[in-house]
Each structure stands twice: as C-alpha cells, then as structure tokens.
C-alpha cells in the first residue's frame, strides 16, 4: 500500500464516531513529518493467526484499539447472522491486560446491536474456561480479549466457534472477509451497556469447569488422600489468580501457595521483562520462594492461562525448569501408561502433537497402539482434529512445545489450568517414591532413547522486519541448504504445498539422513521468525549421560549454524 492510500485510510479516523482521543492521535501521525509511524498504524489491517488478531495497541487499522474490536466484531456478528438461523449466542472473556475490560464491554455491545447474546464473565478469566462456556452454555461462538504471553504493549482478540475451538479454515478467511466489509465504524450496530442480551456468566460455571478437571485424576492415591506436595503457583499478574487455587484444591493439593507478589492482576507485569512461562527469568521470584519454603515443584502461567511453566527440584540442589516437549511427553506417557494399565483404551481413541511438537510422543504412542494426529503448528489444528473425530474417536491428551497441553476433550484449546493440576499429580506420584519428574523424564529417555529439542526466535520489528521474514523463506524455498550441521538433508517438507495432506502453511522443514529435523516458520501473532531442532541420541548410563546430553546440544548448535542461527543451550 503506497503512502498516499495510507493517508486516505488515516484521514477517515480524524471524523466521528471515532473519539476525539483517537482523531486527535491520528491527526498527529499525519502532520508528522516522519510518516513511519503513521505507515506501521494504517499499512494493513490486522488478520488472524494462530492466535487470533494481536497487535501493539494504539490508533490505527494495525493496531489493538476499541474500533479495531468493534468493526472486527461486527463482521463477527455478520458472519454468524449468515451461518445460523434463529438465536444466537457468543461468550466473551478477558484477561488483566489494559484495556481488555474495555474491548470487552464493546464486543458485548456490538453483538446485542445485532440481537445476538452476549454471555459475559464478571471479571477475568483463563482462555480455557471460555473454551469450556461455548460449549456449556450452547454458544455459536465465542471471543477471548487477550494477547497471551506478548509484552505488556499487545492485546488482543481471539475468535471461537461453537465447537469450542479457535477459528480454522473456512470460517477464519470468511470472518476476515465479512470484517474487511465493514465500511467503517459508522457501519457498526452497538447496543448501549445495559441492554438485556448482555448477560453476566454466574459462577457455576466455574465450579462445573473445577469439576471437569478434577475429573480427569488418574492417582488413587491422590483421590484418596490428597496431597501435600509442596506447590508455589505464579499467575504472573494474569486470570491464573482466579482459577488455579480453586483447581487445585479441587483435585485434592492442600499445600499450594499463590505468589502474592505475582497474584493482582496487573496489566503493567511489573515483575517480569514478559509475561511469558516459556522464559525462565519470568519464573525467578517463584523459584526464589520456592527455595525459601521447601517446595517441591512450581508452575507459573501466562496472562489468559493456557500456557504453563514448571520446575522441578533437584537433587542436588536448585530446580530445574522443563521444557514443553519434556512436560507434553510426560503427560502422554502418564496418561497412556494408566489407562493401557487400566485396559481402558478403546479403539478410535488418539493422541495429538504439532509438527514441531517433540517426535517422543509418536514413539510413545505407537508402544501403547494409539494414533497420534499430527497437526499443523497451532493449538487450534489440535482442537479441529478432535471435532473432526468426534463421534468416531475420542481424544485423550496432546500438547505442543510452546508450553501448551490439553487433558480430555471438554476444553478445546491448550488448557494450563487442567494442565498444572495433571503436572502436580505426575510430581506427587513421584514425590512419594522419593523421586522427581527429572526421574520420569530419565526414565523415557532410557525406554525410548534421548530426545533433545530446541528453539530459536529471531525479531524482525514493522514493515522491514516483515520484509526481513519473507526473504529469508524465499531463500529457503528457492536455494535450500543441502547439508546442516555436516548432515545431509534427505527430505525436504515445504508444507505451502500441503504435506502429508495438512492445510497449506509458511512452514519448510529440512530431515537429514541421520534424523535430525529442522523447522523454519514465521509467528502467526508476532514479528518472529522461528526454527525448531530435533535431534535423537541412544541412552547412555549414568556416568555418561551429561557428556550425551552435551553432544546432543552441540549438534543441535552446528544445524544452526549453517542456518546462521545461533542456539544456547
């Protein structure tokens, strides 16, 4: 888009009904004399991802604002009004980022505008649950305000449909089309804050979704007895302070403490650099407590709490945090070990992964003859495959590196809250045996052979950055590397092609002929490009296992190398 179209599309924001904050905003970027701030506002309009629409929040077509949400919810609103006859319902949650109570009340605005109910919770809520609502309360979609584990300057929109899943194709490209139709804020219907088809969720709902999780314990003795393992929980200032406590409990953890500097929401994150669990600097004042009070295990999770980090104590001191293919093979194992114990697997039943989900999974799987789905990266390919099975296969439990797991099928996306409660029963069951999850972990690598993993992110900011992105892809593409790391490449999976039947994505992985596996692919919610590398070694005994470990993460550093990206380890 040139510039003088990017004035054109400013200059309908300086008018009402846009407030006079956002006209007198976008008035300043057109009188600058700079226009790289006006071009990264109003460049392009912001589109769904793998998560949604996230975007920095501020005036523009390309950014997070009360308009955005608005016309976004409107095409919605349109979209829906085309696919279903007669009453119509959409449940709506938030999280503690700024402004999200705000771009809530005008979603819930927006769709009683267009005589459809809104069903809202009375203050925050994890993700999970209001994957969990659509489903409960008949829902045809439902919508979370949020930007997960992004830096305090993002928010957030993310869409569900009835099935209780995030959009997928067709219905993501067709909402996008009916939003892009929106002539505007003047086109949007929106319904004043009292109007009756907004609805306040009661909290049954919360004890029915406690209920569900603690549904799904696997430990008699924990059902029996309960537990006081020693927990240390941080929401990290987001909707895991309302949710986790009440969860855990529920499945029998009477020795948890919340992180009371960690506990107010806050959309500021004063604590942390990000919000995000997959980082370990988020974990550090959880871990510091932890230390003080003899914990045995702490978990933390992001802002909308469908993401969740864990550390485990070490024997020789200090905690270990896991990574989420070491927390998502241990979940499988744990899962499929008790119900294959139990003979309560039943034919159609599976297990779910991500392309660039660790391969120990399909080989735990595969020991205990259950199916893996392996689904584009994004939990809501996880959460399509399960409605597309339902009736004829039941999904037991799945997870991707990205921290995210999910236990059952009554939520439909990644769920740390069930997630957590599963974690700390994995750790009791060990607890008890004088051992760790470090000590399950060991032993997969013994039974299966050790998996190693890492990822890397390179940030590419604006319009150059996404520029920066799309070459290095092309490049991928068009002169593709034929060694990495002194390995061969023996396989090529370019899934803008539709590999092994998946939907088309901006994906390209290179196999080498001694089985490592390396991913490039843009973020479909941030300026990142991402590689991923798996590498498999044989066990090898105690005394020689760190120096196996260490070989494992030295080749790992030589793939990147010939990608020139650099990995720490």
Known sequence: MN???????AEAWTREPHDSATRDAVQAMLDDADTSALEEAFHQDLAFGTGGMRGIMGPGTNRMNAAVVAMATQGLADYLAAHHDGPMAVAIAHDSRHRSDEFTRVAAEVLAGNGIDAHVFPALRPTPELSFAI???GCQAGIVVTASHNP????GYKVYW??????VPPHDHGIIERVRAVEGLEAVRRAPADDPRIHVIDDQLDRDYHEAIAGHRISETLLEEGSDLGIVFSPLHGTGTVSMAPALAACGFRNVEVLAAQAEPDGAFPTVDSPNPEEASALRMALERAEETGAELVLATDPDSDRVGAAVRQPEGGFRLLNGNEVAALLVHYVLKAKAERGTIEEGDFVARTVVTTRL???IAAEFDVPVAETLTGFKWIAAEIAAREGHGRFLVGGEESYGYLIGDEVRDKDAIAAACMIAEMADAEWRKGRTLLDRLRDLHRHYGMYREALVSLKRDGIAGAAEIR???????????SHLGGEAVAEIRDHLNGWNGLPSSNVIQFLTAEGALVTARPSGTEPKIKFYFSVKGEWAATEAHAAAWDALGDRIARLGEDLGVETSL
């Open 162 to 167: 009835g099935d209780g899943g995030q959009i």
């Open 361 to 363: 999974i399909s080989h």
């Open 135 to 137: 489903r409960r309360l």
């Open 152 to 155: 305090k300057e993002y928010n």
């Open 471 to 481: 070459a290095m892809m092309d490049g991928f593409r068009t002169a593709p590397p």
């Open 3 to 9: 510039l003088d179209d990017i004035r054109l599309r």
